[in-house]
Nanobody
Framework: VQLQASGGGLVQDGGSLRLSCAAS????????MEWFRQAPGKEREFVAA????????YYADSVKGRFTISRDNAKNAVYLQMNSLKPEDTAVYYC??????????????????WGKGTQVTVSS
């Protein structure tokens, strides 16, 4: 599967952005989908995940209550609604896919496919 993230940009502290990730291929529904981010000088970190059915979602503590992950299997797309953004959310955001062959990974090493990132910058 090929993934393409979009929707990043510059937003003020407290603002909102919605990231989208479009996936190619016919088997999108058989992938758990996740978002990661990497800030300058920092390691890549897990942000959010959604299981293949959309029934379960997972969030990093740092974004819980502010970010919402969702998916539309009919459109081969996953979304990340980001509200109440903070300067520390500034990073390149990546979407990733994990083939459903076991427990959901919630870590980068467990992903099978990655998209190119989209930059999110939150100004103070």
């Amino acid at each position: 599967v090929q993934l393409q993230a979009s929707g990043g940009g510059l937003v003020q502290d407290g603002g909102s952005l919605r990231l989208s990730c479009a996936a190619s291929g016919r088997s999108f529904r058989w992938y758990n989908m996740e978002w990661f981010r990497q800030a300058p000088g920092k390691e890549r970190e897990f942000v959010a995940a959604i299981e293949w059915s959309g029934g379960y979602t997972y969030y990093a503590d740092s974004v819980k209550g502010r970010f919402t992950i969702s998916r539309d299997n009919a459109k081969n797309a996953v979304y990340l609604q980001m509200n109440s953004l903070k300067p520390e959310d500034t990073a390149v955001y990546y979407c990733a896919a994990q083939v459903v062959d076991g427990p959901i990974a919630l870590k980068g090493s467990g992903m099978d496919y990655w998209g190119k990132g989209t930059q999110v910058t939150v100004s103070s």
